[in-house]
C-alpha cells in the first residue's frame, strides 16, 4: 500500500536554529514528490516538486533533498515567519490518476 | 494573480442538510481535484477531474457525495443527507498537464463545513 510517514509530528526551534525535517514514503513508482507548506485556516501552499533520487531544490530559507525512500527539507536560520505546517506528499506513477498521497505534516514552531 | 477560489468559506449545517460547495480553478488548468482534511492529518484524496471529466473517485467516497465539472470550468461538490463526520476542510486544487505529466497542484483556502 501507498504510505507517506513524515517526523516529527512537532518541532520546536529557536530563531536561527538549523533542522531538518523527514518524509518517508513507499509508493509504487514515484512520479513526484512534493513539499507544501499550510498556515491555519489556508489551503496548502506549493513550495517544491522533486521528481528522482539525488534531485535538490532550494528556496530561500528551505531546501529539499530526495532519495529512493526519503526526502528530508533543510531549514537554515528559520525566522518566525517560517512557522507552519509542512506537509509532504508523492504522485503514484501509475493509470491516470493524478491523486497526491499526503502525509499528517510536520508542525513547525520557530520562537523570536 | 487568480488562483483557486472556493466558496463559501465557512458552512455550518444542520445534520441531515445537504450542502454545496463550489471551486473555480486556474483557469488555464485543465486538472481539478477535491480533498478533505481534518484537524492534524494531511489531505485525503475524494475526487479528480480531467477538463469536464470525473476519471477517479475515492473508494472512500460515499454515494452521499457527488461532484460535477460542467463544460470543465468550475466545480461544485455536493453533500447530501450530512452526518456528524462529514465536519471537515473541503479543498479544491488544480493543475495544469497533459498525459503523464505531473504539475503541481495548486490549492485554494478551502470550505470548512461545521455539521451541528
Known amino acids: 500500500e501507498d504510505q507517506v510517514t513524515q517526523s516529527p509530528e512537532a518541532l520546536r526551534l529557536q530563531e536561527g536554529e538549523s533542522s531538518s525535517l523527514n518524509c518517508s514514503y513507499t509508493v509504487s513508482g514515484l512520479r513526484g514528490l512534493f513539499w507544501y507548506r499550510q498556515d491555519p485556516g489556508k489551503g496548502p501552499e506549493f513550495l517544491f516538486t522533486?521528481?528522482?533520487?539525488?534531485e535538490e531544490k532550494e528556496k530561500e530559507r528551505l531546501k529539499a533533498t530526495l532519495t529512493k525512500k526519503e526526502s528530508f527539507l533543510h531549514i537554515t536560520a528559520p525566522k518566525p515567519e517560517d512557522s507552519a505546517t509542512y506537509l509532504c506528499a508523492v504522485q503514484a506513477g501509475y493509470g491516470s490518476n493524478y491523486q497526491l498521497i499526503w502525509g499528517a505534516g510536520t508542525k513547525l514552531i520557530i520562537k523570536p | 494573480d487568480t488562483g483557486v477560489s472556493q466558496d463559501p468559506r465557512h458552512k455550518i449545517t444542520k445534520r441531515g442538510q445537504n450542502v454545496t460547495f463550489r471551486c473555480d480553478p486556474i483557469s488555464e488548468h485543465n486538472r481539478l481535484y477535491w480533498y478533505r482534511q481534518t484537524l492534524g492529518q494531511g489531505p485525503e484524496f475524494l475526487t479528480y477531474?480531467?477538463?469536464?471529466?470525473?476519471?477517479?473517485k475515492s473508494r472512500l467516497l460515499s454515494d452521499r457525495f457527488s461532484a460535477e465539472r460542467p463544460k470543465g470550468s468550475f466545480s461544485t461538490l455536493e453533500i447530501q443527507r450530512t452526518e456528524q463526520g462529514d465536519s471537515a476542510m473541503y479543498l479544491c486544487a488544480s493543475s495544469a498537464g497533459q498525459g503523464g505529466s505531473n504539475q503541481p497542484q495548486h490549492f485554494g483556502d478551502g470550505t470548512r463545513l461545521s455539521i451541528l
Open positions: 522533486l521528481y528522482s533520487a539525488g
Open positions: 477531474f480531467q477538463n469536464e471529466a470525473q476519471l477517479e
